[in-house]
């Protein structure tokens, strides 16, 4: 099995390397359920302190004399002859470390003679044990020559964090594998990699393998239900053998045990007759719902629409019901994009394509490529306005316009549509239809575009960062500190760039024509603006095929933008643009 990292143990890594440090020790046994990550630990720990060795005992050995280490001086003679040449060996001025798996295994004679080892020689044991210390490392314990450490399970956040790092799962199945493996990384490289390790069933017996088979496939259950599916005396030792657990009259499985890792280690028939003894799981989930989202939008409370659409996607996430999870986070991610918050909208609708488990969903449809789509209504709409900013990201104004104008003939996008064609240079064109729809301030902000009005422009900008649309606010912040300077009033002007620019900071990177504007001067005619925005990029033959002028026209937009602009080329021109 490849390594897996090493997650949330600086703390019990910092305390080995403190043991190692005090002379008067000679060794750390780490104590703990099976599972938990012992042997890791130490190996780890072992790797940052000093040249090592290992010796790894089984239940298999335990009947030979020294069976456990012979292989760390293989030669003939008996175990006098042994440990002369494990002192030679290990005597020197260097501390070794000694890791040692599962001590409880240990033959008697190789538990005798590691005592004396680490006695004797510089030698530093790292033990690791889920059961009872052998008889002469336990009077080295009792002794304060060795010093015990025990490990627990991991915390939640360290295994959500492991679990994102091995997995590879949706939000779904990551909730489902931290819940599942309780802390235990065992646990989860078996639910990962589904590996063999039947030994938990095996270490059962007849009567209490029956409660645990119960268990995996009921994941849950009130004891008074348990116990009317099997013997009262077989629960009892399945919970005296550690391998269920009972909290509140409730059984469940105690980790590393769980539900799917024993279901795939039991066979078709015995799945198929314990659920038949079993009642239907409910699956009714309390939460908010999705109307409450949609109320919020069309107040323009966007701020209650994500308080909404993070609620919805924690229960649904916790309750594990995919499809609610991936309708919240897509409903999250509409929230996120309204607002200007371009990375965080894109990671929920990635998040809400891959619970969906579908090519063909709406949310999958807001990632990939607009022309790949050829959807109908509603959706045909958003399609239409990516394909509008996919435009405009190239410096394709016209067309961008074009494809917002076409969405506007869907209803429910229409105002949305409108406004996009608005921000774009549309402004004198929709801001009349806005009105006429209802949205005022929509209206007000394309009207206050289209006319440079700079104190309309400032209202707009406090509606929209009121209403949570951080990406609008910038963007008419910008434009209001554009019109002021026109006007010769600096102070305001320098005033809303600098709220601009703060409001764009929380817009994750998002780059629009009008934020842009801040950065060139109102001289410039609308075509030379777009040759401008191209021409760090492209060179003038690739900007007029883009466009569809001539590379001609092309030289004599951006020698005209270059004049008003008192720049000397594309050199300059990217030092202006930040490109």
Not at 45 to 69: D, F
Not at 200 to 214: F, I, M, S, T
Not at 522 to 532: D, I, M, Y
Not at 547 to 573: C, H, I, W
Request: aromatic share 4%; with cysteine.
């Amino acid at each position: 099995m490849a390594e897996w990292p090493l997650t949330g143990r600086v703390g019990e890594l910092a305390a080995i390397e403190a043991a190692f440090r005090r002379p008067h020790l000679t060794g750390v046994l780490l104590t703990g359920a099976w599972g938990v990550g012992k042997s890791r630990l130490a190996q780890e720990a072992a790797a940052q302190l000093a040249p090592a060795e290992r010796v790894t005992a089984c239940r298999a050995l335990q009947t030979i004399p020294y069976g456990a280490i012979t292989h760390l001086s293989p030669g003939p003679g008996d175990g006098r002859a042994l440990l002369s040449r494990l002192i030679a060996r290990f005597r020197g001025p260097a501390r070794t470390v000694l890791v040692v798996d599962d001590v409880h295994f240990l033959d008697d004679a190789s538990d005798a003679l590691l005592a004396q080892l680490v006695t004797a020689c510089p030698v530093f044991l790292i033990g690791t044990t889920g059961g009872d210390v052998p008889e002469a490392l336990a009077d080295l314990w009792n002794s304060g020559r060795i010093t015990g450490l025990p490990i627990t399970p991991l915390p939640g956040d360290a295994m959500a964090a492991l679990v994102d790092r091995v997995a590879g799962a949706d939000a779904i199945d990551r909730h489902r594998l931290t819940r599942l493996s309780g802390g235990n990384p065992l646990a989860l490289r078996a639910l990962v990699d589904n590996g063999p390790y039947g030994r938990w069933l095996d270490k059962a017996g007849p009567a209490a393998r029956q409660v645990v088979e119960v268990l995996a496939c009921a994941e849950a259950m009130p004891m008074s239900l348990l116990e009317t599916l099997v013997e009262p005396a077989a629960v009892e030792a399945a919970e005296r053998a550690g391998l269920i657990r009972v909290d509140a009259e409730r059984a469940c499985l105690a980790p590393p045990l769980s539900g799917p890792l024993v279901r795939r280690l039991l066979t078709t028939s015995t799945l198929r007759r314990v659920r038949g003894l079993l009642p239907e799981k409910p699956t009714d989930h309390p939460g908010p719902d999705t109307a409450e989202f949609e109320a919020c939008l069309a107040r323009k409370d966007l701020h209650g629409a994500q308080e909404l659409a993070d609620r919805g996607y924690r229960e649904s996430v916790a309750a594990e019901i995919r499809e609610a999870a991936a309708t919240w986070a897509g409903l999250r991610g509409r929230a996120e994009a309204m607002q200007g918050r371009v990375r965080s909208a894109a990671a929920s609708f990635r998040e809400a394509a891959a619970l969906t488990r579908s090519r063909k969903c709406e949310w999958m449809a807001e990632l990939a490529d607009p022309c790949d789509h050829p959807h109908t209504g509603v959706l045909a709409a958003r399609i239409a306005l990516r394909r509008a900013w996919s435009h405009a990201a190239r410096g394709e104004i016209g067309r961008a316009i074009e494809c917002c104008l076409a969405a506007a003939t869907e209803k429910e996008a229409e105002a949305t549509a409108l406004y996009d064609a608005a921000r774009l240079g549309a402004a004198s064109a929709v801001h009349a239809r806005l009105a006429e729809l209802g949205h005022a301030d929509e209206a007000m902000a394309a009207r206050a575009l289209a006319r440079r009005d700079a104190d309309a422009l400032g209202r707009a900008t406090d509606a929209f960062e009121q209403q949570g649309r951080l990406l609008l606010a910038a963007e008419t912040a910008t434009a209001a500190a554009h019109a002021h300077r026109r006007a010769g009033h600096h102070k305001p002007a320098t005033l809303f760039q600098e709220r601009a620019e703060a409001l764009a900071q929380r817009c994750e990177g998002a780059r629009t024509p009008l934020l842009d504007q801040g950065r060139l001067p109102s001289q410039l005619t609308t075509r030379e603006r777009e040759v401008v925005l191209l021409a760090p990029s492209l060179t003038s033959p690739q900007i007029a095929a883009r466009l569809g002028l001539s590379p001609r026209t092309v030289s004599n937009y951006l020698q005209s933008a270059y004049d008003k602009l008192g720049l000397a080329g594309r050199a300059e021109l990217r030092v202006l643009l930040g490109t």
